[in-house]
């Protein structure tokens, strides 16, 4: 006899299962995150309805959306400039044995360089600029994502392109349904690995040179050893995070992948 | 090497005087190809054959130029010709669905497209046009890599094993599929295999090859009637007239 699974019954379709599966964990890691601030009492480990409070009071002033804003402004930039860049030598090192051969020192080279020391460089350089500030983000990301494409331009098929040669189908169709396709998956591993590493390194950019921006809020409460409201501004930069994970992220995965079985 | 065109559409004239592969490692470079001289009439279905290895596939792919580092020179009849080719996996493009793959064979706007609903009919894979290749299996696949290689017209369609690790009824079925195509549309077809019946049930002509001193051994003319061909035992005694020496 076959037994309905008690999470998962027939009817019920595997997104809705899933949500259930996220909400449920959401929802037990801050009552465990409340029970240990009751049972702590320190004003340095708020509860999860401090922080909310916390996140209420500067989303009405309209400070979060700001900050969030300008940090998110930064991220955009720093990270469409990285992965153009990036894609640019991860493909050229792919397809070119004896740059690839010679350049690859250079990148192991910058992929090894702290995040730290290229913003600590660039704000020497440059000044505390906006420039210097996005700049030293796209670099910290720029080897990173080459690596990432240099697969991707490594593993083209050879087959493929014999096909689309002799089936003359030309520059541009073969870029678009040949070779495009087959660095699809590459670029969005790049640009899951880029988005998490850019948004870390922006805060840390914020924090040390800008005036506006997550980065400096957190800063700015390190200062006055506000930790609920250093709490509120990481938990809802990671909700924006989120929401461009699933909002954009994923989705365009899914469609990236809709042909395999 | 060279790549010329010249005399009357369809047509070849191959010559390559030497092909070696390049010494790699410890191995040594070795000659794969020595002494080649064909002519191919338009509208012949020419077959070659013989051992793996023995340099089959190399010559289709000096044909087709896909491997220029050679010496000799490859005739292709007519000024534009238009060469088709069929290879051992179906290369299909996975992330793209039957039709589109089918589709870009042709250049924009061609008015052939509306021929694939029609080809796709008589391959039989009406209904999976919209499919994904990799939902297919390798039988449909095949199917649907000759149909994208006839919708071309080619003048010339080379063939590299195409129905090779097929299940016998698949690739049985494939042939008779393939000598109607080629009978709808006659065309010039060098077929690669090292299927003795496969190769008598084809070919108008047999180039039999051998490994030993990597040129043509045999030049022979199928004497079997279009009915004849799909007589098993007119087609194996048939096989062992041509293939009488070993």
């Given at each position: 006899?076959?037994?309905?699974?008690?999470?998962?019954?027939?009817?019920?379709?595997?997104?809705?299962?899933?949500?259930?599966?996220?909400?449920?964990?959401?929802?037990?890691?801050?009552?465990?995150?409340?029970?240990?601030?009751?049972?702590?009492?320190?004003?340095?480990?708020?509860?999860?309805?401090?922080?909310?409070?916390?996140?209420?009071?500067?989303?009405?002033?309209?400070?979060?959306?700001?900050?969030?804003?300008?940090?998110?402004?930064?991220?955009?930039?720093?990270?469409?400039?990285?992965?153009?860049?990036?894609?640019?030598?991860?493909?050229?090192?792919?397809?070119?044995?004896?740059?690839?051969?010679?350049?690859?020192?250079?990148?192991?080279?910058?992929?090894?360089?702290?995040?730290?020391?290229?913003?600590?460089?660039?704000?020497?350089?440059?000044?505390?600029?906006?420039?210097?500030?996005?700049?030293?983000?796209?670099?910290?990301?720029?080897?990173?994502?080459?690596?990432?494409?240099?697969?991707?331009?490594?593993?083209?098929?050879?087959?493929?392109?014999?096909?689309?040669?002799?089936?003359?189908?030309?520059?541009?169709?073969?870029?678009?349904?040949?070779?495009?396709?087959?660095?699809?998956?590459?670029?969005?591993?790049?640009?899951?690995?880029?988005?998490?590493?850019?948004?870390?390194?922006?805060?840390?950019?914020?924090?040390?040179?800008?005036?506006?921006?997550?980065?400096?809020?957190?800063?700015?409460?390190?200062?006055?050893?506000?930790?609920?409201?250093?709490?509120?501004?990481?938990?809802?930069?990671?909700?924006?995070?989120?929401?461009?994970?699933?909002?954009?992220?994923?989705?365009?995965?899914?469609?990236?992948?809709?042909?395999?079985? | 090497?060279?790549?010329?065109?010249?005399?009357?559409?369809?047509?070849?004239?191959?010559?390559?005087?030497?092909?070696?592969?390049?010494?790699?490692?410890?191995?040594?470079?070795?000659?794969?190809?020595?002494?080649?001289?064909?002519?191919?009439?338009?509208?012949?279905?020419?077959?070659?054959?013989?051992?793996?290895?023995?340099?089959?596939?190399?010559?289709?792919?000096?044909?087709?130029?896909?491997?220029?580092?050679?010496?000799?020179?490859?005739?292709?009849?007519?000024?534009?010709?238009?060469?088709?080719?069929?290879?051992?996996?179906?290369?299909?493009?996975?992330?793209?669905?039957?039709?589109?793959?089918?589709?870009?064979?042709?250049?924009?706007?061609?008015?052939?497209?509306?021929?694939?609903?029609?080809?796709?009919?008589?391959?039989?894979?009406?209904?999976?046009?919209?499919?994904?290749?990799?939902?297919?299996?390798?039988?449909?696949?095949?199917?649907?890599?000759?149909?994208?290689?006839?919708?071309?017209?080619?003048?010339?369609?080379?063939?590299?094993?195409?129905?090779?690790?097929l299940d016998d009824p698949t690739a049985q079925g494939l042939r008779e599929l393939l000598i109607g195509l080629?009978?709808?549309?006659?065309?010039?077809?060098?077929?690669?295999?090292?299927?003795?019946?496969?190769?008598?049930?084809?070919?108008?002509?047999?180039?039999?090859?051998?490994?030993?001193?990597?040129?043509?051994?045999?030049?022979?003319?199928?004497?079997?009637?279009?009915?004849?061909?799909?007589?098993?035992?007119?087609?194996?005694?048939?096989?062992?007239?041509?293939?009488?020496?070993?």
């Open positions: 006899m076959q037994r309905p699974s008690p999470l998962r019954s027939a009817e019920t379709p595997e997104w809705v299962s899933r949500l259930a599966w996220g909400l449920g964990s959401i929802v037990a890691f801050f009552a465990f995150w409340e029970v240990m601030a009751i049972l702590i009492q320190h004003r340095h480990l708020p509860g999860p309805t401090v922080v909310f409070a916390a996140m209420m009071r500067e989303a009405t002033s309209g400070e979060l959306l700001y900050h969030i804003g300008m940090t998110l402004y930064r991220v955009a930039i720093a990270f469409t400039l990285a992965m153009l860049i990036g894609s640019a030598i991860g493909i050229a090192l792919g397809r070119n044995g004896k740059a690839d051969r010679f350049f690859d020192t250079w990148l192991i080279l910058f992929l090894n360089l702290p995040a730290l020391v290229v913003i600590i460089l660039c704000y020497v350089w440059f000044g505390r600029t906006e420039l210097a500030a996005i700049l030293a983000v796209a670099i910290n990301k720029i080897p990173n994502a080459a690596v990432t494409v240099r697969e991707g331009a490594r593993s083209l098929s050879r087959d493929l392109s014999e096909m689309a040669h002799m089936y003359r189908f030309g520059y541009w169709r073969t870029l678009r349904h040949v070779t495009l396709p087959q660095l699809a998956p590459f670029f969005l591993a790049a640009a899951r690995n880029g988005l998490s590493l850019v948004w870390k390194i922006v805060l840390v950019v914020e924090l040390l040179g800008r005036s506006d921006g997550v980065g400096f809020q957190l800063g700015v409460y390190f200062h006055m050893f506000d930790v609920a409201m250093i709490l509120a501004y990481a938990l809802a930069f990671i909700f924006v995070v989120q929401i461009i994970e699933f909002g954009v992220l994923q989705p365009l995965g899914n469609r990236v992948n809709r042909w395999r079985r | 090497m060279a790549t010329v065109t010249d005399t009357a559409t369809g047509s070849l004239s191959v010559r390559v005087a030497r092909k070696i592969y390049p010494a790699s490692g410890q191995r040594e470079a070795q000659p794969v190809l020595n002494g080649i001289s064909i002519d191919i009439e338009p509208g012949s279905f020419v077959v070659l054959t013989g051992p793996s290895g023995c340099g089959k596939s190399t010559l289709l792919n000096i044909i087709a130029g896909l491997d220029p580092d050679f010496e000799g020179e490859v005739k292709l009849g007519g000024p534009d010709t238009h060469l088709g080719y069929i290879f051992q996996s179906p290369r299909l493009l996975p992330w793209r669905t039957v039709r589109e793959n089918i589709e870009l064979a042709l250049p924009a706007g061609d008015p052939r497209v509306g021929q694939i609903d029609d080809m796709l009919r008589h391959v039989g894979l009406e209904g999976f046009a919209s499919q994904y290749p990799e939902r297919l299996s390798l039988g449909m696949q095949r199917r649907a890599a000759l149909a994208r290689g006839f919708i071309t017209e080619p003048d010339v369609l080379l063939m590299d094993e195409p129905f090779v690790s080629w009978n709808r549309r006659p065309t010039t077809v060098i077929f690669v295999t090292h299927d003795r019946t496969e190769a008598v049930m084809l070919g108008t002509r047999i180039l039999r090859m051998s490994s030993a001193n990597a040129t043509i051994v045999q030049d022979e003319t199928v004497r079997l009637s279009p009915s004849e061909r799909t007589d098993r035992d007119k087609v194996l005694a048939e096989q062992e007239r041509i293939f009488r020496d070993g």
